[in-house]
């Protein structure tokens, strides 16, 4: 059987992925399902692990669930580990979105100045996770949906040499729903086809007939006249985009494109969450709080609707296919992080992208994609070498290189703004940063 272990099992997403391996029970013979949290989460990992059990019972199996604090014996012959956890839980994430807001700079906990501290916490946990697999369970597949999931996986690759690293995220998946709304085409008879790195990938989509439909896409989805919203994810503010400037791209951006394409329309929003004292980290806290209100119902066996208003909802399903996929090498088509291997002819060979890729028993097969037009590769290639430079920094624990990280990040004014947002992060996340 397959024994399963999750890092930061707590999570408030973790009936997702259960229900994702109920659905595919007769694919996955599931022995095991060990859910790991840290002293800080156990009372999280309590709750949210009885509801998992409660949801296997129902589904009528006998799947064997653990829940512990000991990582290191969890991870023993494993065969998939998956992590989903939060460095300094939300609290880091508040201080991620308002630090750089009250210096008048985009805070957002993937993207921008946020971001970057997000990944300086997470990837030495990430070293120390992979530390412990070479020893418990060298063979294990390392599902990551850790964020941000691009920097955290090409960590765990390149730095880390954990090479069974495939990286996830929930924003194609979203993407592809919405282009299939939009042309009112059943999803299974569109194809698509993904390509950028994690939170700034681009796609196009063809019909079965072999039409190329991206620039209809576009106009249905950005013209002005369009009142409806252009991105289903829930925590990011619809600021639309310029539709003239997206033809002229002729490829769909992802929802996280708005932070560069509309800086200033998302800058203004965030500020005036930020005065409120609703920023996302704030309002997520409040939607946390109600789940595990109904998660403690010891009546509830099945995932709750209320789960869809977090950002991340269908990453999880998603991690349960990745692991359905390579386990029984069924070569499903999916958009996931994994090494570009010549896909991007823009960036390096060993560059962690996000692309769609063929998911077998040894891994992702990434599609070719090609070159992209200067405006996209510029830009790609710039927040590429952004990403690599706040890994050494998290690596080394090297101070310039990360005010150089701060300096290319396009959502970052360089200079006294870059130092002093720097500094002050650093300041207020120093306990989860040994390395600085
Ligand atoms: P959360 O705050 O609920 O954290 C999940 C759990 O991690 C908590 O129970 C916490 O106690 C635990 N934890 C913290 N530090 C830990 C450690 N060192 N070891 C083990 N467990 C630890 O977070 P969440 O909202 O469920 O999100 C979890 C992670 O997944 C975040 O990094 C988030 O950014 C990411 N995420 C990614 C996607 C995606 O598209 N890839 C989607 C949603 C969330
Ligand atoms: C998304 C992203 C995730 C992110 C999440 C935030 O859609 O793909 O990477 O973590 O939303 O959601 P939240 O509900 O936590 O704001
Ligand atoms: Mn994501």
Not at 141 to 155: D, K, Q, R, S
Not at 203 to 225: F, S
Not at 270 to 299: D, M, P, W
Request: net charge negative; proline share 4%; glycine share 8%.
């Amino acid at each position: 059987g397959i024994k399963i272990v999750t890092i930061g099992g707590g999570s408030s997403y973790t009936p997702e992925l259960i229900e994702g391996y109920i659905k595919r029970k007769d694919e996955l013979p599931i022995e095991e399902i060990v859910l790991v949290d840290i002293e800080a989460g156990q009372e999280k990992l309590n709750i949210v692990g009885e509801m998992a059990k409660r949801m296997i019972k129902a589904a009528g199996l006998d799947w064997k669930v653990t829940l512990t604090l000991d990582r290191f014996n969890a991870l023993k012959d494993a065969d998939f580990v998956t992590t989903q956890f939060r460095v300094g839980l939300l609290d880091a994430r508040v201080k991620d979105e308002r630090i750089p807001l009250s210096h008048g700079i985009l805070g957002q906990e993937t993207n921008g100045a946020g971001g970057m501290l997000k990944a300086m916490r997470t990837i030495p946990v990430i070293d120390s996770i992979i530390e412990d697999m070479r020893q418990q369970c060298p063979n294990a597949w390392l599902i990551n949906f850790t964020n941000p999931a691009g920097m955290v996986t090409e960590a765990a690759i390149n730095e880390f040499g954990w090479e069974r690293t495939i990286g996830l995220c929930n924003v194609p998946i979203t993407h592809c729903m919405d282009v299939s709304e939009k042309l009112n085409v059943e999803q299974a008879e569109l194809n698509f086809q993904f390509a950028g790195i994690n939170h700034f990938h681009w796609h196009r989509v063809w019909d079965k007939a072999g039409n190329e439909r991206t620039k209809e896409v576009i106009d249905l989805l950005y013209k002005e006249d369009e009142d409806a919203p252009d991105s289903a994810l829930k925590n990011i503010h619809d600021a639309g985009y310029n539709v003239d400037q997206i033809q002229d791209l002729g490829l769909l951006p992802c929802g996280y494109h708005h932070y560069y394409y509309s800086e200033d329309i998302m800058l203004e929003h965030s500020i005036e969450e930020f005065k409120n004292g609703e920023t996302r980290a704030q309002v997520v806290k409040e939607t946390e709080r109600s789940l595990f209100e109904l998660y403690k119902n010891a009546e509830l066996d099945y995932k709750p609707e209320e789960l869809t208003q977090r950002g991340g909802t269908y990453y999880s399903d998603a991690a349960c296919e990745v692991i359905a996929s390579i386990y029984n090498d069924k070569r499903t088509q999916m958009v996931v992080s994994t090494q570009n291997k010549g896909a991007i002819a823009d960036l390096p060979y060993n560059s962690i992208i996000e692309v769609s890729a063929e998911i077998t028993s040894h891994g992702a097969m990434p599609y070719n994609w090609g070159s992209f037009m200067p405006a996209a590769r510029g830009m790609l290639q710039l927040m590429k070498g952004m990403e690599e430079t706040v890994i050494r920094a998290a690596v080394e624990g090297n101070y310039g290189a990360a005010l150089h990280a701060f300096t290319i990040n396009p959502l970052v004014p360089a200079g006294n703004t870059a130092k002093r947002v720097l500094d002050e992060l650093l300041y207020a996340h120093k306990e989860h940063l040994p390395q600085f």
